[in-house]
């Protein structure tokens, strides 16, 4: 089991840690970037955070502050950020491209799916409509035989005239 006194330092190293870890962060990735000036496209882009900068042969630090490299630090058609093939320009362009499409390929998937599901729930309603008309048309088929058959008894019985007490029925 831990006793107190080592629980005590735990905070202080963590926080040690922690400070480490940013002070790295935020000083180290300026540091590399700028040493791979001089250098090729291929060697800058080796680290993640690097932008390559092909009208100056220039390795910079990414603003990540701005979305996208101001021009005055790099014009969009000489950065080259992940691959030396591709540039900036076209990078925006090609994201632009494959997020319309999916943008409008899920509005067309969304549009099918109501219009397929409001066509079947009028097929439906359809369906229980005749359904409907049919059991009423069934039912009044009943009532006129079951009339014919109180007709049938009453003429058989001599009911059929008139009867001084049809009127209380």
């Given amino acids: 089991m831990m006793d ?10 963590l926080l040690l840690f922690g ?7 935020t000083v180290a990735p300026k540091l590399v970037c700028e040493t791979k000036n001089g250098t ?5 882009l ?11 042969k220039m390795c910079i630090t ?5 979305i996208l490299p101001p021009h005055a630090l790099c014009p969009l058609n000489d950065a080259r950020w992940g691959r030396c093939w591709v540039n900036f320009q076209s990078l925006i362009i090609a994201m632009a491209v494959v997020g319309g499409v999916i943008i409008i390929a899920f509005l067309v ?13 009028t097929r439906f ?3 229980m409509e005749r359904r409907t008309n049919k059991m009423k ?3 009044e088929e009943r009532k006129a035989e079951m009339k014919m058959r109180h007709e049938e008894i009453r003429t058989k019985y001599g009911l059929s005239g008139s009867n001084p007490y049809s009127k209380f029925s």
Avoid: M
């Avoid at 990414?62 to 701005?66: A, G, I, L, Q, S």
């Avoid at 219009?115 to 729930?121: A, F, P, R």
């Fill in 109 to 121: 998937c969304l549009f099918c799916c109501c219009k397929c599901e409001h066509i079947g729930s």
């Fill in 125 to 127: 309603d359809a369906k």
């Fill in 46 to 56: 080796t680290i993640v955070t690097c932008l390559w900068c092909q009208k100056t």
């Fill in 4 to 13: 107190l006194r080592s629980l005590v330092g735990l905070p202080a190293v």
């Fill in 19 to 25: 400070l480490v870890t940013v002070f790295a962060q």
């Fill in 62 to 66: 990414y603003p990540v502050n701005t």
């Fill in 40 to 44: 090729s496209c291929e060697e800058c």
């Fill in 137 to 139: 048309g069934k039912q």
